[in-house]
């Protein structure tokens, strides 16, 4: 699999807490440069990043981010908020305490109301999957299934865990022929991104492999 089919998979990513338009503008010009996805970056920056990179470059970024503890009424305004700025994709975290509570509907009827305020854009679903049981984890690729979201997302990065191999073979077993596949959270080198993608992975949630590439000069 060559270098530039993997940038083309991944979600360029910077959500620290403490990043400044200058950091989030570097990553705009790395996902330009290197063709990734999409660059995923905060809900404040999405305005000023459209008019920086206008239709050059997918603006992707997150909503109830990153607990999933807001109500789902704040979770659509965000949602119509970022989309009126200009981003191309969502990726929402959902109500984790409803899934452990056994509030299955509930957790679905969040994502559904999520779908549909950004119609025509790309819905991710965060599960967190570092969180979850296995079984939570399959009642979550029936829930995303059924709620018309484009992508089930492993992890924030911000919780106890990221991305492992076996959630994408189990997520991959799962979900419905509707459902895409979003690694997220630690990707750390080129050969664990490439298993991801032959695991089943669409995409990839990282800044490190643009960041290798740069380093080592392989474009």
Known sequence: MDIRDILAKCDHTL??????????????????????????????????????????????????FPNGTHTAASKVFETKDAIENGADEVDMVISIGELKAGNHDLVLDEIKQVREVSAGKVLKVIIETCLLTEDEKIRMCDIVTLSGADYIKTSTGFSTGGAVFEDIELFAKHVGNNVKIKASGGISSIDDARRFIELGASRLGTSRIVRIVKEEKLI
């Open 15 to 64: 959500l620290k807490q403490d990043s400044r338009w200058e950091d989030v503008k570097l990553i705009l010009d790395d996902a330009r440069r290197y063709h990734t996805a999409s660059a995923c970056i905060s809900p404040c920056f999405i305005k000023k990043a459209k008019e920086y990179v206008g239709d050059d470059v997918k603006l992707c970024t997150v909503i109830g």
